[in-house]
T-cell receptor, first 111, second 112 residues
């Protein structure tokens, strides 16, 4: 069964304290690995798509990487405005033609 | 562009009532899907569509119906509301799946 697992469930950082969020996946064929940001009371906002192992993408303080079994979202020198829930999702070659989501990591960055 | 529009934003239903959650997109996207989000459980797929006239079940389809008569609209129908359907519902659409999905702002549904 296709599965996406995120860790940790929650993470509290001090402003400027870099860290990484993990997303591991067990799927029969991965078309794309997605990262989304979700603020309270809002819908998920698209950040990145990664297609193949070794691929990396960056946006401001965020950098996403992909291996054959997992993806990392690295947050460099975070600011309080980076506080949000970060969601990982996979789009598979077989089965349902929609995203399979992990349960998310709630990030809080304190000033 | 409005993107993905969901209505209503909030709804309270009594057990046994039926209702339709509306989802419309103006981006000519073929792929559309409905998710529910519960605390600690992430987003779970209810139903999805790969084009007008084509729908399929997701992970948690029981108690929900969908239809896709046009490219723009993908309504979600609750047949007989139950307290277990209390959740936040999100609609999403995509042009080709791999270049990202656009999400609506959600409908917060409470069934009492």
């Amino acid at each position: 069964e296709d599965q996406v697992t995120q860790s940790p469930e929650a993470l509290r950082l001090q402003e400027g304290e870099s860290s990484s969020l993990n997303c591991s996946y067990t799927v029969s064929g991965l078309r794309g690995l997605f990262w989304y940001r979700q603020d309270p009371g809002k819908g998920p906002e698209f950040l990145f798509t990664l297609y193949s192992a070794g691929e990396e993408k960056e946006k401001e303080r965020l950098k996403a990487t992909l291996t054959k079994k997992e993806s990392f979202l690295h947050i460099t020198a975070p600011k309080p405005e980076d506080s949000a829930t970060y969601l990982c999702a996979g789009d598979m070659d077989t089965g349902r033609r929609a995203l399979t989501f992990g349960s998310g990591t709630r990030l809080q960055v304190q000033p | 562009n409005a993107g993905v529009t969901q209505t209503p934003k909030f709804q309270v239903l009594k057990t046994g009532q039926s209702m339709t959650l509306q989802c419309a997109q103006d981006m000519n996207h073929e792929y559309m899907s409905w998710y529910r989000q519960d605390p600690g459980m992430g987003l779970r797929l209810i139903h999805y569509s790969v084009g007008a006239g084509i729908t399929d079940q997701g992970e948690v389809p029981n108690g929900y119906n969908v239809s896709r008569s046009t490219t723009e609209d993908f309504p979600l129908r609750l047949l007989s509301a139950a307290p277990s359907q209390t959740s936040v519902y999100f609609c999403a659409s995509s042009w080709d799946r791999v270049n990202g999905y656009t999400f609506g702002s959600g409908t917060r549904l409470t069934v009492v």
